[in-house]
């Protein structure tokens, strides 16, 4: 069975191109665009994997991992990604409980070792 992944962009143009990559390579991918559609599809599906902007509409990547952990009490593993690599940023995403940070541009064959690297340790 494929595994299920909820990529959280609102970049258009990158989250098809992610979409496309992580589809070629056996993924099924749902997209939403901001934080009101993240809480929306959680409330229905319960996707493999999380790979989320840091900064979105309505709510932002951190906040995404704090409502999972905390609201959902849930360990579903989430990957950040983010233009603002900074390292505060990365310490962040990590102390509220993220798998994995990527910084933009983001590389898709990269993105792809470190999905399947994070679904295998999930």
């Known amino acids: 069975m494929k595994k299920r992944l909820l990529l959280a962009e609102d970049d258009e143009l990158l989250s098809s191109l992610l979409k496309f990559r992580l589809e070629?390579?056996?993924y099924a991918v749902d997209v939403v665009v901001?934080?009101?559609d993240?809480?929306?599809y959680l409330t229905t599906t319960t996707p493999d994997l999380i790979v989320s902007d840091i900064m979105m509409p309505y709510m932002s990547g951190i906040e995404?991992?704090?409502y999972v952990r905390n609201e959902l009490n849930s360990k579903l593993p989430i990957i950040i990604?983010?233009?603002a690599g900074n390292e505060e940023n990365v310490l962040n995403a990590f102390e509220m409980g993220a798998n994995d940070f990527l910084s933009k541009p983001v590389s898709?064959?990269?993105l792809l070792i470190r999905v399947a690297r994070v679904l295998k340790s999930a």
Do not use: A, F, T
Request: glycine fraction near 12%; proline fraction near 11%; charged fraction near 35%.
């Open 24 to 26: 070629k390579s056996g």
């Open 34 to 36: 901001n934080g009101k």
């Open 81 to 83: 990604i983010s233009s």
């Open 108 to 110: 898709p064959p990269e």
């Open 38 to 40: 993240v809480k929306k």
């Open 64 to 66: 995404l991992i704090d």
